[in-house]
């Protein structure tokens, strides 16, 4: 079946340590999305891609990087410029043309 | 503001209710997303709709375009139904723009 795998699905990390958090498809979906939740809030953007090799900046970007090497993997590293990276991260992909799929999402706590 | 607005945010119902979620928006979109979001955090898409009304079982969404303005609803509630339902719409990077979610608990 067709769909979106992230990992892991708890992740803990030290303070000053950049952790990556995996998001692979096999949908064949060009644009891929970051988004992170925490309690009482809605989810936001941190970064997206729409192509292999391009990605952009989203609303709340800073202390996060990406890659998009390949069409199929989009990781988000949570560097340690992220002053509070505790949250519940989803990956998506999707578009105007066809409906949207998220991951199980990955729970980040640092301790 | 909120670009996407949804209320209520708590909604406890008895088995057997009809429910109603609503959201409003503030900006264009091309699309409005309902979303299901379990206690274990994986997302389900529900809908996707730019005009009318759509049905799926025991679950409707409908939306005016004009009064940038839907709503979701439930017939016949069932606790399985539990669950934050997500609001959501399209924004010009092709992202989704979120409310912040209802939480909807159903009593046996």
């Known amino acids: 079946d067709g769909g979106i795998t992230q990992s892991p699905k708890y992740l803990f990390r030290k303070e000053g340590q950049n952790v990556t958090l995996s998001c692979e498809q096999n949908?064949?979906?060009?644009?891929m999305y970051w988004y992170r939740q925490d309690p009482g809030q809605g989810l936001r953007l941190i970064y997206y891609?729409?192509?292999?090799?391009?990605?952009q900046k989203g609303d709340i970007a800073e202390g996060y990087s990406v890659s998009r090497e390949k069409k199929e993997s989009f990781p988000l590293t949570v560097t340690s410029a992220q002053k509070n990276p505790t949250a519940f991260y989803l990956c998506?992909?999707?578009?105007?043309?066809?409906?949207?799929?998220f991951g199980s999402g990955t729970r980040l706590t640092v301790v | 503001k909120n670009e996407v607005e949804q209320s209520p945010q708590n909604l406890t119902a008895q088995e057997g209710e009809f429910i109603t979620i609503n959201c409003s928006y503030s900006?264009?979109?091309?699309?409005l997303h309902w979303l299901q979001q379990h206690p274990g955090g994986g997302i389900v898409s529900l809908f996707m709709?730019?005009?009318g009304k759509k049905k799926h079982g025991r679950l409707i969404a409908t939306i005016n375009i004009q009064e940038k303005h839907s709503s979701l609803h439930i017939t016949a509630s069932h606790p399985r139904d539990s669950a934050v339902y997500i609001c959501?719409?399209?924004?010009?990077?092709?992202?989704?723009?979120f409310g912040k979610g209802t939480k909807l608990s159903v009593k046996p």
């Open positions: 998506a992909t999707g578009g105007h043309n066809y409906g949207y799929t």
């Open positions: 949908l064949n979906h060009d644009a």
């Open positions: 891609s729409q192509i292999v090799n391009d990605f």
């Open positions: 900006v264009g979109i091309s699309a």
């Open positions: 709709l730019s005009s």
């Open positions: 959501a719409v399209r924004g010009s990077q092709g992202n989704l723009i």
